[in-house]
């Protein structure tokens, strides 16, 4: 933790820095800032897009290395890394949503992404595209629905339908996106089958579907104290029959809690997600916590049951899971269905309250 505070310090000066010295054209990180955002990247986001940036590695996180996207969206990268794509795995990691990212690391990293790749930044301006709804629809349709659904609730490929991305994506990075492809991706270039004007009807087809307006941020609240980590203490150990030996059915954990017995439940999202919606009592011990033998030691060592859980449906989850395996915790288990399964099921879910964000805050200065 101390570590971070420290970053964080040294990085909001850097910013200081960075600011006075008029900070529009991107100047080359420096190599404590490329070096903080290198150890972020491997802590925070290779459990998803993978540890070489190569994308697909969990949750069909998209490729973090695509010549295409890293030349045009420094703003659109720094809008997803604080804010994250609700409805999708992607967390926020902006302070203001639970951290556990300062401004000055977002702006660093989305930077950071950049100069892995070589890639200059192509000045895209914020300008709306406008083309024919109908026809993108009809092209949609037939090309991409197959992975990106056919409710744009994205399958391989993105969510292309989701209202934060789409509020927070200027027209011209999407059309970017759909004439050059990802590259090293299964996303194609359409600019070499497709007419300026087809490209253009898509780019309006998908912006029409943008009903949402607003980011929302969660009401932070207080993790629980490490006197109240047990749920139920007074309660008897549930006697779960495990899947493979390690999973639990959220049937078999939604009615040990019912019951009122005694375990521990570990989210291991990102705190911005813990913040959104959680099951109720869970402790948050997010997937990049460093420092798991430290928080371990406020873990019950009686053979109390260890429950993690993450957002779809695993990944996150069996990674602490084996941390805590690893350091001899005996009784533990993983959500089966995680926390999507969970809700989809039925389950209750502790929801916090939420207020618009300002996304301006992660806009240029
Ligand atoms: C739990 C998995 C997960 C983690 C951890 C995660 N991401 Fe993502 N990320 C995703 C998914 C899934 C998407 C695509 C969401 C969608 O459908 O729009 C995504 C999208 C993105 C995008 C947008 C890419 C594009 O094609 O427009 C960027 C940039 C990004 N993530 C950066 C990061 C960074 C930086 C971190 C670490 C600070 C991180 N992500 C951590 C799953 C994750
Ligand atoms: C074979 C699968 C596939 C098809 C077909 C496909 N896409 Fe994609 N698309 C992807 C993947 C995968 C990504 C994310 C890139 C990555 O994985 O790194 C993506 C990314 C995108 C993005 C960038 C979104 C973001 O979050 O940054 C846009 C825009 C997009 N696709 C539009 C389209 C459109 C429009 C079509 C149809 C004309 C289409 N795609 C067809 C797989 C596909």
């Not at 004439?179 to 912006?207: K, V």
């Not at 919606?277 to 049951?305: C, F, H």
């Given at each position: 933790m101390n570590k971070t505070v420290k970053l964080f310090l040294l990085s909001s000066l850097l910013l200081v820095v960075a600011q006075s010295a008029g900070a529009r054209t991107y100047p080359k990180l420096t190599d404590a800032q490329a070096a903080a955002s290198a150890k972020n990247y491997q802590q925070y986001?290779?459990?998803?897009?993978g540890e070489d940036r190569q994308?697909?590695?969990?949750?069909?996180a998209p490729s973090l290395r695509s010549k295409s996207l890293l030349e045009t969206g420094v703003q659109e990268r720094r809008m997803v890394i604080g804010?994250?794509?609700?409805?999708?795995?992607?967390?926020g990691f902006f302070d203001e949503l639970?951290?556990?990212?300062s401004k000055p690391e977002i702006y660093y990293m989305a930077l950071w992404l950049q100069e892995q790749t070589g890639v200059t930044e192509?000045?895209?301006?914020?300008g709306m595209i406008e083309g024919d709804v109908a026809l993108g629809e009809a092209l949609y349709g037939k090309e991409?629905?197959?992975?990106?659904?056919?409710?744009?609730?994205?399958?391989?490929?993105?969510?292309?339908?989701?209202q934060a991305m789409l509020s927070m994506t200027r027209d011209k990075f999407i059309r970017h996106a759909i004439e050059?492809?990802?590259?090293?991706?299964?996303?194609?270039?359409?600019g070499e089958r497709f007419s300026p004007e087809q490209l253009d009807a898509l780019t309006a087809f998908i912006r029409s579907r943008a009903t949402g307006w607003e980011v929302r941020k969660p009401v932070l609240r207080r993790p629980p104290a490490v006197e109240d980590y047990?749920?139920?203490?007074d309660g008897d150990s549930p006697d779960f029959q495990l899947k493979d030996g390690r999973y639990v059915m959220s049937s078999d954990l939604h009615e040990a809690m019912q019951a009122k017995k005694r375990m521990v439940l570990l989210d291991t999202r990102a705190m911005s997600l813990w913040q959104m919606a959680?099951?109720?009592g869970s402790v948050p011990m997010p997937?990049?916590?460093?420092?798991v033998p430290q928080l371990a030691?406020?873990?019950?060592?009686?053979g109390t049951w260890i429950v993690t859980y993450c957002e779809c449906p695993r990944a996150a989850a069996e990674h602490v899971n084996q941390k805590l395996v690893a350091l001899g915790f005996e009784k533990t288990a993983v959500l089966w269905e995680g926390a999507y399964g969970w809700i989809s099921l039925g389950y209750p879910v502790s929801p916090g309250e939420t207020r618009p964000a300002d996304t301006g805050m992660l806009r240029e200065d």
């Amino acid at each position: 933790m101390n570590k971070t505070v420290k970053l964080f310090l040294l990085s909001s000066l850097l910013l200081v820095v960075a600011q006075s010295a008029g900070a529009r054209t991107y100047p080359k990180l420096t190599d404590a800032q490329a070096a903080a955002s290198a150890k972020n990247y491997q802590q925070y986001c290779a459990l998803c897009h993978g540890e070489d940036r190569q994308g697909h590695v969990n949750d069909n996180a998209p490729s973090l290395r695509s010549k295409s996207l890293l030349e045009t969206g420094v703003q659109e990268r720094r809008m997803v890394i604080g804010y994250g794509r609700p409805g999708t795995p992607m967390p926020g990691f902006f302070d203001e949503l639970g951290g556990p990212l300062s401004k000055p690391e977002i702006y660093y990293m989305a930077l950071w992404l950049q100069e892995q790749t070589g890639v200059t930044e192509k000045n895209i301006s914020s300008g709306m595209i406008e083309g024919d709804v109908a026809l993108g629809e009809a092209l949609y349709g037939k090309e991409c629905v197959e992975c990106h659904g056919a409710r744009g609730e994205g399958i391989t490929g993105t969510a292309l339908g989701n209202q934060a991305m789409l509020s927070m994506t200027r027209d011209k990075f999407i059309r970017h996106a759909i004439e050059n492809g990802r590259q090293g991706t299964p996303m194609p270039a359409f600019g070499e089958r497709f007419s300026p004007e087809q490209l253009d009807a898509l780019t309006a087809f998908i912006r029409s579907r943008a009903t949402g307006w607003e980011v929302r941020k969660p009401v932070l609240r207080r993790p629980p104290a490490v006197e109240d980590y047990i749920l139920n203490p007074d309660g008897d150990s549930p006697d779960f029959q495990l899947k493979d030996g390690r999973y639990v059915m959220s049937s078999d954990l939604h009615e040990a809690m019912q019951a009122k017995k005694r375990m521990v439940l570990l989210d291991t999202r990102a705190m911005s997600l813990w913040q959104m919606a959680n099951i109720e009592g869970s402790v948050p011990m997010p997937y990049y916590y460093e420092d798991v033998p430290q928080l371990a030691k406020d873990l019950p060592r009686d053979g109390t049951w260890i429950v993690t859980y993450c957002e779809c449906p695993r990944a996150a989850a069996e990674h602490v899971n084996q941390k805590l395996v690893a350091l001899g915790f005996e009784k533990t288990a993983v959500l089966w269905e995680g926390a999507y399964g969970w809700i989809s099921l039925g389950y209750p879910v502790s929801p916090g309250e939420t207020r618009p964000a300002d996304t301006g805050m992660l806009r240029e200065d």
